[in-house]
């Protein structure tokens, strides 16, 4: 402890061997910072536990002196760095493209992007109108991970969000209402985005690919992803890798409102009383 504090004084000291030691910390830090990114989706998550629970049963077979599943999973381990490589394949491409790119320092540090109240509103409104009309629709708003490879898949728009542009979308003669319109900030970046599947085995058999494709990317990013039924015209939301429909579009809104804008609705009832008191 002491030996640290001591270093870190150092460190208030001008010279060229401090100020290598303070880029070597930034340096650390960033690649700390932009593993934690890496493992923010929720499939990484369930990876990385994966990984503690087979390198716990190795440490406890060996402890255990079960010596023939020690030496299978210690064979296994072998193959680890290949295996993992191959399961996080999107999440390493991802990384190192930001890398490449030379995006050192986000605009937001850590930050979730973040749609407005105006843009939520407009999604609403498009969810409304299409689920009256059992017009099926997979709306994908993007937070804190990137989804470049689903963007590139489809076609570019890069629009101002409104209700209008997010129908006409869907609309059954327009040849873009097959896949999913991704909307970053305040904007639709692309549409007729094809999405991953959800292999989940414990899907209502009511749900069909619609829903599977919203689950699949909710697993992968933590992106929330609004699902209207064309069937049944029933709204539902993935998050997290999880799915659930929901009543109407009044509680969408307060879905989106929580989870984009991080505003809940206790929150807006507080703000309305303290703007009626000021009037």
């Given at each position: 402890m002491n030996d640290t504090i001591r270093r870190l004084q150092e460190l208030k000291q001008v010279s060229l061997e401090n100020l290598i030691n303070l880029i070597d910390i930034?340096?650390?830090?960033?690649?700390?910072?932009?593993?934690?990114?890496?493992?923010?989706?929720?499939r990484a998550w369930r990876i990385l536990g994966g990984i503690v629970i087979f390198v716990a049963a190795l440490f406890i077979s060996d402890h255990l002196q079960l010596k023939t599943l020690h030496w299978v999973l210690e064979k296994a381990t072998l193959l680890a760095p290949v295996a993992l490589v191959i399961l996080l394949l999107p999440e390493l491409r991802q990384t190192l493209e930001g890398f490449a790119k030379l995006g050192l320092w986000p605009t937001r540090l850590g930050a979730d992007a973040r749609a407005g109240a105006n843009t939520v509103e407009e999604i609403i409104g498009a969810a409304a109108e299409m689920s009256a009309s059992s017009i099926g629709a997979l709306i994908v708003v993007e937070r804190g991970t990137k989804l470049?490879?689903?963007c590139q898949n489809g076609v570019q728009l890069n629009a101002e969000v409104s209700a209008p542009l997010l129908g006409s979308i869907f609309y059954e003669g327009n040849p873009l209402h097959d896949g999913a319109a991704v909307v970053r900030d305040d904007r639709v970046v692309a549409a007729a985005c094809r999405l991953p599947l959800s292999e989940a085995s414990n899907l209502d058999?009511?749900?069909?690919m619609r829903h599977r494709a919203g689950l699949g990317i909710a697993e992968q990013s933590d992106a929330v992803v609004?699902?209207?039924?064309?069937?049944?015209?029933?709204i539902s939301v993935a998050i997290d890798g999880e799915?659930?429909?929901?009543?109407?579009?009044?509680?969408?809104?307060?879905?989106?409102?929580?989870?984009i804008r991080g505003v809940h609705q206790d929150d807006r009832r507080r703000r309305r009383r303290r703007e009626k008191v000021s009037v």
């Open positions: 930034l340096l650390v830090a960033y690649v700390v910072y932009r593993i934690l990114s890496l493992i923010r989706s929720t470049e490879d689903i058999h009511h749900l069909h609004i699902i209207v039924s064309e069937e049944r015209g029933t799915i659930r429909r929901l009543k109407d579009h009044h509680e969408l809104r307060e879905v989106l409102n929580t989870e």
